[in-house]
């Protein structure tokens, strides 16, 4: 391996801002999540890196608190959108409205025009809405009527869905998985922390507790700071090696796109800079590889039926592919 070295293309000062952005959004955010910095510091990494998270566990698990929790600590504009299956694709992205006052049509904006969406239990609305955000999350745009409309930026989807089996509860399509960046679960709090929740008093799940550390200009600049950050060939080959290795797994019937293994590059990115590090080492990889691409990552009925889980396909591919090794001097 002929490059693990420092680039150029970021500096350490770049860096190391970067650094304490992260931990002072994390520590916001705790404020109000507690004992899941692990969880948070990934949503974090995901934001960073232009991508969007998909947040799936149990009600009454803390989802809705640590996407709300984010929003605040992001500042900027949030806008939060409750999905049921009553609720319209127009419901989500707007629509032309006529003006009776001077007889002209103009678009009227849905909530997805902000810097943070949340998207609250996401599979309770119908494919049809699901499928509405497709467009404005990986283009940033919305198309009516012919005309294309921006959303702000940064802009970033914090989608929370339940466990599938629970009743009235749709299966997020494969192409709409594949524009979620990271899926995370936040699972109950260990013996300390819900005794922390539970005590009279307590901030953890208050919104209102949660300060504003930072603003849309400032996330957009280390956002940039983040593309720019080095990942040596040997790396990016690892990354695909994993893919493919995904891909031929006797279990999967749809492995992880190419855009996928693009997101896992650009989360490492973000993951390495949030660790103080102006590029990237196996070991973001290994880390990341999982969160990024266990979601992409469907099986057969046969696997599925088995017991398996893309979880494990995806470990068992870091496994069977070795990491690119430093040249000795």
Same mark, same amino acid.
């Given at each position: 391996?002929?490059?693990?070295?420092?680039?150029?293309?970021?500096?350490?000062?770049?860096?190391?801002?970067?650094?304490?952005?992260?931990?002072?959004?994390?520590?916001?955010?705790?404020?109000?999540?507690?004992?899941?910095?692990?969880?948070?510091?990934?949503?974090?990494?995901?934001?960073?890196?232009?991508?969007?998270?998909?947040?799936?566990?149990?009600?009454?698990?803390?989802?809705?608190?640590?996407?709300?929790?984010?929003?605040?600590?992001?500042?900027?504009?949030?806008?939060?959108?409750?999905?049921?299956?009553?609720?319209?694709?127009?419901?989500?992205?707007?629509?032309?409205?006529?003006?009776?006052?001077?007889?002209?049509?103009?678009?009227?904006?849905?909530?997805?025009?902000?810097?943070?969406?949340?998207?609250?239990?996401?599979?309770?609305?119908?494919?049809?809405?699901?499928?509405?955000?497709?467009?404005?999350?990986?283009?940033?745009?919305?198309?009516?009527?012919?005309?294309?409309?921006?959303?702000?930026?940064?802009?970033?989807?914090?989608?929370?869905?339940?466990?599938?089996?629970?009743?009235?509860?749709?299966?997020?399509?494969?192409?709409?998985?594949?524009?979620?960046?990271? %899926? @995370?679960? !936040? $699972?109950?709090?260990? *013996?300390?922390?819900?005794?922390? /929740?539970?005590?009279?008093?307590?901030? &953890?799940? =208050?919104?209102?507790?949660?300060?504003?550390?930072?603003?849309?200009?400032?996330?957009?600049?280390?956002?940039?700071?983040?593309?720019?950050?080095?990942?040596?060939?040997?790396?990016?080959?690892?990354?695909?090696?994993?893919?493919?290795?995904?891909?031929?797994?006797? %279990? @999967?019937? !749809? $492995?992880?796109?190419? *855009?996928?293994?693009?997101?896992? /590059?650009?989360?490492?990115?973000?993951? &390495?800079? =949030?660790?103080?590090?102006?590029?990237?080492?196996?070991?973001?990889?290994?880390?990341?590889?999982?969160?990024?691409?266990?979601?992409?990552?469907?099986?057969?009925?046969?696997?599925?039926?088995?017991?398996?889980?893309?979880?494990?396909?995806?470990?068992?591919?870091?496994?069977?592919?070795?990491?690119?090794?430093?040249?000795?001097?």
């Amino acid at each position: 391996m002929t490059t693990l070295a420092t680039s150029t293309a970021t500096t350490e000062q770049e860096v190391a801002e970067l650094r304490r952005v992260h931990q002072r959004l994390g520590d916001a955010v705790e404020v109000a999540v507690r004992g899941k910095r692990g969880v948070v510091d990934l949503v974090l990494t995901s934001v960073l890196a232009r991508g969007h998270v998909l947040v799936e566990d149990l009600p009454g698990t803390g989802k809705t608190t640590m996407a709300r929790s984010l929003a605040k600590a992001l500042g900027g504009k949030m806008h939060r959108v409750q999905f049921t299956p009553d609720l319209l694709p127009s419901d989500v992205t707007g629509t032309s409205v006529f003006d009776p006052r001077d007889g002209q049509v103009r678009f009227r904006p849905g909530p997805v025009f902000a810097h943070v969406v949340l998207a609250d239990e996401i599979n309770r609305a119908a494919a049809k809405t699901q499928s509405a955000l497709l467009e404005v999350m990986e283009e940033h745009t919305v198309s009516v009527d012919g005309t294309a409309h921006r959303v702000p930026e940064p802009f970033t989807v914090v989608a929370t869905q339940n466990p599938v089996d629970l009743d009235g509860t749709y299966r997020l399509p494969e192409a709409q998985l594949d524009r979620f960046m990271v %899926r @995370v679960s !936040l $699972g109950f709090p260990d *013996r300390e922390h819900e005794l922390d /929740v539970l005590r009279p008093g307590s901030t &953890a799940g =208050s919104i209102d507790d949660v300060p504003t550390v930072s603003d849309p200009a400032e996330i957009a600049r280390l956002a940039a700071i983040v593309e720019r950050l080095h990942v040596a060939d040997p790396i990016l080959a690892y990354v695909r090696e994993v893919g493919v290795a995904i891909r031929e797994d006797r %279990r @999967v019937r !749809l $492995g992880a796109s190419t *855009r996928g293994l693009r997101a896992l /590059v650009r989360a490492v990115q973000a993951y &390495a800079a =949030s660790c103080g590090r102006h590029y990237v080492i196996p070991d973001d990889v290994r880390r990341l590889a999982e969160p990024v691409l266990a979601h992409r990552t469907v099986l057969t009925r046969e696997a599925l039926l088995e017991g398996h889980a893309g979880a494990a396909v995806v470990r068992q591919a870091l496994e069977d592919v070795a990491p690119p090794q430093p040249d000795r001097p």
